[in-house]
């Protein structure tokens, strides 16, 4: 990997080699390489159908791969899954996660028991949570009335209850307006400040951090890598600029990051 970071000490704790997964004989993940080292903010870009989800879905030990090594955290995730859930959040797209009846405080005080947050704890996190993503006024209100951005921002906070080491997400600015897409990267890149891993599925380009970096999935295969403050410009068109690369390229990553800023 030529876009790891240069301190040598910094810690992997995602390692995936040769992921493949078919579905019948749609062969989605053909050899899939993919790293991420601890603080890392790391964005999956892809068409749609590409196997974004299916890859999160394998790092987390939601699916099995017909072939490869998953390691997260140090854990062998095929064998051992369920040691990962208390270590990772997770936001899955569409996911219907939350106790719809119940209220935004409840559904973070059972997610964070189910975690094994002690009460005390678990409380004072969803207090700081509901009061960053601005929903500290509408704790009591059941999930079903809330919009959809309020919803994904709950997703979040029940993703983060239980301070994870890592975080997953898919596809979570879809839907958002301007000024909430904003806000969730805000917050997203204040928490990978802090030492947060973040490896997150994203169609939206165009506000990441500037030391996100941006994998393309294309053809079953982890394609380019690049840090984002090298392809953003040419009118946020990400995808402009990964095809030119592409072409551009005999296939040596060290020449995909460079000079592609003004
Ligand atoms: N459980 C499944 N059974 C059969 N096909 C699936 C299943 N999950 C995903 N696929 C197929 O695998 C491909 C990749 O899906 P997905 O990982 O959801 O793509 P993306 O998230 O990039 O849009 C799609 O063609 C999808 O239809
Ligand atoms: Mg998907």
Redesign the pocket.
């Known amino acids: 990997m030529s876009l790891q970071k240069g301190d040598a000490t910094v810690k992997r704790v995602i390692e995936l080699r040769g992921i493949r997964k078919s579905?019948?004989k749609?062969i989605?993940l053909n050899g899939v390489d993919f790293f991420a080292s601890e603080g890392d903010f790391r964005v999956i870009v892809?068409?749609?159908?590409?196997?974004?989800?299916?890859?999160?879905?394998i790092m987390i030990g939601l699916?099995l791969p017909d072939e490869g090594q998953v390691k997260v955290l140090g854990i062998d995730v095929k064998k051992h899954w369920k040691k990962l859930s208390s270590r990772t959040g997770v936001v899955l797209?569409n996911e219907r996660s939350l106790y719809w009846k119940l209220s935004a405080w409840e559904n973070l005080d059972i997610f964070g028991g189910i975690y094994g947050v002690p009460r005390k704890v678990r409380r004072e996190k969803a207090k700081e949570l509901l009061e960053r993503v601005g929903l500290w006024e509408h704790k009591d209100k059941p999930v079903e009335n809330f919009s959809t951005g309020m919803r994904k921002r709950l997703l979040l906070c029940k993703a983060l209850i239980h301070n994870p080491k890592i975080l997953f997400i898919?596809?979570i600015l879809n839907g958002l307006d301007p000024a909430a897409v904003r806000e969730m990267v805000d917050y997203l890149s204040e928490l990978n400040s802090s030492g947060l891993t973040i490896v997150m599925?994203s169609h939206v380009l165009h506000v990441l951090p500037d030391n996100a970096q941006v994998a393309l999935?294309r053809n079953g295969k982890i394609e380019i890598q690049a840090r984002y403050r090298d392809i953003k410009g040419e009118k946020n068109d990400v995808y402009k600029v990964f095809e030119r690369l592409i072409k551009g390229s005999d296939g040596d990553e060290n020449d995909l990051a460079g000079d592609q800023g003004d």
Request: charged share 25%; aromatic share 4%.
């Open positions: 579905f019948g749609h989605v892809g068409e749609n159908g590409s196997g974004k989800t299916t890859l999160l879905k699916l797209a898919d596809e599925i999935l």
